[in-house]
């Protein structure tokens, strides 16, 4: 494969000597058929090179086709996916222009790979007020080839909103070009079943729903962070006193924790505590169990752990709080500031604050009482270095943030998951001691594929093993029988 280079652009060819998750994504989609697999690879490097994949930016494509509003991404699944929608009416037929919209569905196929380590997507057909002059079948197919052929096991499925009946037959023919894996991920709705996969508040009003989202360009509608917020993070600050209950029930559960440690340990602990007080809000306290994440993103001013995601609870474990700890690794000042898609739900201390050079700082992030986390919640950590001279208080923060050019913010998105347990209580205690993600879908697919890989190679030397054995007796009763027949002869020769 790598001796055809000249055929694929080198980036693509050194991503895949490196990220073993691309090469699995491939040998997932192609049912680890090997041959399938390399044919796959094949057809997609040489797509790639022929659009310029890695070489698509705004700047590259016209800005008709951004404002046209026919394709972008927002809003999540029930499932946590990222939905990509396709609004129909928008769209219409036409041969000048149809390479430019072509790379426009490549240019968003491969901003959110990138941006989000390739988790799968959602696509929406929203044929709602469509008519023949949308009907556009060869850019059907392209989208379709994208997923099939193009991008390995980025699609969970496909909703399609109030096809009309006149595009009962085309959409045989997609079918047809969808093969039957592809075909089970067909989702055909109207505004009273829409809801099965998409909840209310990611669905715009003629769908039944309850976002208020309205498309324009610019900017590009490809962030998690839509939603309304207030100027410095979430609507909750920090100053917001928290209520005596969760106070007592924080005070509660440190006094456990202190208790299973020896003196020492507690008055040490004491004397760490007073100090952070110092730092941060005094009525905060670290989530019970809190421990140092298994993962860390490495940013260019921030390092920030855990990397991807921030692990609550369910109901039934109960796990309301996550640590997220920031490390300064420039030698200046770094701002920041927490965002959050969902701020009615979440408190974050300190939401917009300052980090010393080379020092670590904790964020708490805990949810209000009534609420529980959920798949579709996203939180955005802006970072960018200040100069040493101005100041790190509230009013310095609050100008500085309305004056730094966004080519200076590091930004990095976490997203939620919700750990499920219907394990013993003591059982589930000792693995959020050791902060044990739980096994995603993909994960435990993935664990799936190679156990039957494994068992199909133990499989054959089983078979094999008893070829042998089978073998082997054989040529030991042909032995006996040539022996005996010997025996025979030697008798009757005698008598």
């Known amino acids: 494969l790598l001796d055809k280079s000249d055929k ?19 040998l997932i989609w192609r049912h680890d058929v090997v041959d399938d697999t390399l044919k796959m690879i094949d057809e997609s490097f040489q797509w790639r090179k022929e659009y310029t994949v890695n070489d698509l930016t705004e700047s590259v494509l016209p800005k008709w086709l951004f404002e046209s509003g026919s394709l972008f991404l927002h809003g999540y699944d029930k499932e946590g996916y990222k939905l990509f929608w396709f609004k129909v009416k928008h769209h219409v037929k036409d041969p000048k222009v149809q390479l430019d919209k072509k790379k426009l569905v490549a240019f968003w196929l491969e901003h959110y790979a990138k941006k989000d380590h390739g988790k799968p997507l959602t696509v929406v057909f929203d044929m709602a007020e469509t008519g023949i002059s949308h009907i556009d079948l060869d850019f059907v197919r392209f989208i379709v080839n994208c997923f099939t052929d193009y991008y390995p096991n980025f699609l969970t499925k496909i909703v399609i909103f109030e096809m009309p009946w006149i595009m009962n037959a085309a959409f045989k023919i997609v079918k047809g070009w969808l093969g039957p894996d592809a075909i089970s991920m067909l989702k055909f709705t109207n505004k009273n079943d829409v809801q099965e996969y998409i909840s209310a508040e990611y669905l715009p009003p003629h769908m039944g729903g309850t976002d208020s989202f309205k498309y324009s360009y610019p900017p590009l509608v490809d962030d998690d962070f839509q939603t309304p917020l207030c100027e410095n993070g979430p609507i909750t600050s920090e100053d917001e006193p928290e209520s005596k209950e969760e106070i007592d029930t924080d005070t509660k559960e440190t006094a456990e924790l202190n208790e299973e440690q020896n003196p020492n340990q507690k008055k040490m602990n004491s004397i760490e505590q007073i100090s952070k007080s110092e730092e941060t809000d005094k009525t905060d306290l670290k989530p019970k169990n809190a421990k140092k994440a298994l993962t860390t993103f490495k940013g260019p001013l921030l390092h920030i752990s855990p990397a991807e995601e921030l692990y609550f609870g369910s109901k039934e474990t109960g796990e309301k709080k996550c640590l997220i700890v920031l490390t300064n690794v420039t030698k200046n000042i770094v701002a920041f500031k927490v965002r959050t898609t969902a701020p009615e739900k979440y408190r974050v201390k300190p939401s917009n604050s300052s980090c010393e050079p080379g020092a670590s700082l904790d964020i708490i992030v805990s949810l209000h009482g009534g609420f529980a986390a959920s798949l579709q919640d996203r939180f955005l950590i802006m970072a960018a270095e200040m100069d040493q001279s101005s100041g790190a208080g509230v009013p310095e923060l609050t100008q500085f943030w309305k004056e730094v050019p966004r080519t200076k913010v590091m930004e990095h998105r976490l997203r939620c998951h919700v750990v499920e347990s219907s394990k013993p209580s003591s059982l589930t205690l ?17 664990q799936l594929t190679r156990l039957l890989q494994i068992n199909k190679g133990l499989q054959e030397q089983i078979d094999r093993c008893l070829w042998f054995q089978q073998l082997s007796v054989g040529l030991s009763l042909l032995s006996v029988i040539v022996v005996a027949f010997c025996f025979y002869l030697m008798y009757t020769q005698r008598c």
């Open 430 to 446: 000792k693995e959020n001691s050791f902060n044990v993600p739980a096994k995603t879908s993909e994960d435990l697919h993935i």
């Open 8 to 26: 694929y652009d080198s980036r693509d060819v050194e991503r895949l000597q490196q990220d073993d998750k691309w090469v699995e994504n491939y």
